[in-house]
């Protein structure tokens, strides 16, 4: 259902389109398939690199595998 509602914001060209690549990441996320997920994370930093949960989202990927380095960029980002 999460992806659905992405793919409708996608389709109708939303405003918040970081929002539905977040929700795809997450979904991506959720089955344990960190790299999709890291690729959609990149997009939502890539159209708002202010959305802090953008770089949150994407160290979470990267710690589960075990890039914790690149993780912890990540957490550094978002909080400056």
Sequence with gaps: E???EAYIM???KSTETYLAFEIIGKSYSKLKKYNESINFFDKVIEINPNYIWGYLNK???LHFLEKYNEA???CD????
């Design 2 to 4: 999460a992806i659905d």
């Design 72 to 74: 912890i960029e990540c």
């Design 59 to 61: 160290a979470h990927s």
């Design 10 to 12: 996608l389709a109708n």
């Design 77 to 80: 980002k978002a909080i400056n």
